[in-house]
């Protein structure tokens, strides 16, 4: 094993919008000699938020990853770090970067606590089990509550908070903090723009409470180990601060605690502690467990362990186009080691790559390297095809790697090119677009011929055509954002389908028997299961068969909508010994999916989002009024300080333009957002109207 991988973090930062995920990344550039003047957002002039879109609207849009060098107790160590959007819309930067992390941050804002999207990507990085530490950011804000946001950690995310540390003072009166480890107070000098920070003594008016809250850190640490809890009952100052971060450390990557440690960042306060908080308690490639995979060949699993002397393998987590290298493939190392120049098996595809060159990455910066290895993260190009969630593997030991799986879109907007010379170069810069988010897809409608974009969302679409115009160089003309429909059938039916076409010369044939009706629950796309006995049908032309209704299914028989799943179970059939093959059986399935279909009782899902609603108090009924006109289904309604917070279930198609809504009821003093929750079954008013309106779903551009 190569020991300096006891010194690398892979860290992520993740939070709700606005809650300073970008702002305390700034810092820690700063603080780490990487930049030399502080970025801010909301000049535009932060390195994380490089694409021109970000700057401009103040959000962050791509994840960007960043590496910086922090001593601590006199070691160097390297910390590769992603900063991840807020937005909902942007949802797939946080799950694929999530997906290849050691650990995390959470940031939260003092003010807002454990907001909607807070929520969101807690779930996800409790699915991929990633242990975490909490910032508690904007200490120094009108409202900021401390303890408050402790409380909502523990009830709203259902984790264990134990606080590191202590504000003293909040809003304009935040000036330091309380190391309950070390028992030491510390004050930031504001003329060294928190450069500096000097010890000082524990405040009088504090004590009691440190003392509470410090004790029951010990007792909690005591608790990991018997030779603690001896010490702790003889004398309980006995334990040491290292006895503290040695069991505070287990017990955080064990995911039974979430260390939370405060801060300002856009004052410059906290964030050396931070950093330090990082290494301290966040886990290196070595702690992170084995990842496991499939032998393409053998289909038994296999593992690959963060170590140089295992077979290469590698997970291609996000790909991005540059302009001046071509595409980049961000990958992930798992095991082995890699050289530029080298070449490597992509199991996704069964080929071959070579991987000419190798970054080391900073934001939109990109420094050459020679060579990597396990457990750590880095840029490559020079490949010819690798998609976002493909496996790279040393070609003698094949492995495939879990894929990482993303959520649908969820709304849908017809676009040509404004003129002829453009639409060869926006079939290609759509498709460049789609391989760097699989969230975006592309697709052309065969009736009508006109190319249709979807994805998680109205900003996400408006992000997508702005890049058209400012990357690509093409103007586009767009059709209304229309809602991403699904279609399912909800019984099961036996049929028969014949195909016969006789020509003169050789025919086609084919004859299936089956039954076709919704799948088993959990169950996404195609469930097939062939019970064909004594040869009716030969083993050949199952796989067509297979092939036909998969095809099928991306046009319902409604109105044209995919179909999210369907089990067909393959019974009986027939075959002529000279006019079968495989494409018959394969156009029998495709009609035989539409005969069927329409007998199966179809019905169309519509994408249901989940909806907070932030606003005062006064505004709470005309909130509630306006959406029972959205067919909402109200959940519950929460305080937070002087706001509401109106919790609601609500179909998508409902939800077009209502920012501007919510302002004109609140006088501008509401905010909200929109997350996908679902799909349902719409009421049969609603069914029939898309029905009707289907042909001029594709909006005339």
Known sequence: ?????????????????????????????????????????????????????????????????????????????????????????????????????DGAVAIFCAVGGVEPQSETVWKQANKYNIPRLSFV?????????????????????????????????????????????????????????????????????????????????????????????????????????????ASLRKATLEMRITPVICGASFRNKGVQHLLN????????????????????????????????????????????????????????????????????????????ERISRLFQVNASKQTPIDYTEAGDIVAAVGFKDIRTGD??????????????????????????????????????????????????????????????????????????????????RIEVNKGNPQVAYKEAFTIGVKHREVYKKQTGGRGKFADIVFVLGPADEGVRGLQFVNEVKGGNIPREFIPSIQKGFTVAMQNGVLAGFPVESLKVTLLDGSFHSVDSDSLAFEIVARLAFKEAGRKATPVILEPIMKLEVVCPDIHVGEITGDLNRRRANLEHIDSRLNYKVVKATVPMSEMFGYVTTLRTLTSGRGTSTLEFSHYAEAPRSIMEDVIMKTKGYLVKV
């Open 391 to 472: 496996t790279l593997c040393d070609e003698k030991h094949p492995i495939v790697l879990e894929s990482i799986q993303f959520p649908e879109p969820v709304i849908s907007m017809a676009v040509e090119a404004k003129i002829q010379e453009d639409v060869d170069k926006l079939d290609i810069a759509l498709r460049k677009l789609g391989d760097e988010d699989p969230t975006f897809t592309v697709k052309v409608d065969q009736e009508t011929g006109q190319t249709l974009v979807s994805g998680m969302g109205e900003l996400h679409l408006d992000i997508i055509l702005d890049r058209l115009k400012r990357e690509f």
């Open 1 to 101: 094993m190569s020991g300096k991988l006891t010194y690398t973090r892979n860290i992520g930062i993740m939070a709700h919008i606005d809650a300073g995920k970008t702002t305390t990344t700034e810092r820690i550039l700063y603080y780490t000699g990487v930049n030399y003047r502080m970025g801010e957002v909301h000049d535009g002039t932060a390195t994380m938020d490089f694409m021109v879109q970000e700057q401009e609207r103040g959000i962050t849009i791509s994840s960007a990853a960043t590496t910086v060098f922090w001593d601590y107790n006199n070691q160097k160590h390297k910390i590769n770090i992603i900063d991840t959007p807020g937005h909902v819309d942007f949802t797939v930067e946080v799950e694929r970067s999530l997906r290849v992390l």
């Open 137 to 245: 950011n904007k200490m120094d804000r009108p409202g900021a509550d401390f303890f408050h946001v402790l409380e909502q950690i523990k009830e709203k995310l259902g984790s264990n908070p134990i606080a590191l540390q202590l504000p003293i003072g909040s809003e304009d009166y935040f000036q330091g903090i309380v190391d309950l480890v070390a028992n030491k107070a510390y004050v930031w000098n504001d003329e060294t723009l928190g450069a500096e920070y000097f010890e000082v003594p524990i405040p009088e008016d504090m004590k009691d409470m440190v003392f509470e809250y410090r004790t029951h850190l010990i007792e909690g640490t005591a608790e990991e180990s018997d030779e603690l809890l001896d010490k702790f009952l003889a004398d309980p100052d006995s334990i040491s601060p290292e006895n503290i971060i």
């Open 277 to 352: 908080a990082i290494i301290a308690y966040l886990p290196n490639p070595y702690d992170a467990e084995a990842i496991k995979g499939i032998n393409p060949y053998t289909d038994k699993e296999e593992i690959r362990r963060p170590d140089i002397n295992e077979p290469f393998s590698a997970l291609a987590f996000k790909i991005t186009t540059d302009p001046y290298v071509g595409r980049i493939a961000f990958l992930k190392i798992y095991s082995g080691e890699l050289a530029a120049g080298s070449y490597v098996l992509n199991t996704s595809t069964n080929k071959k």
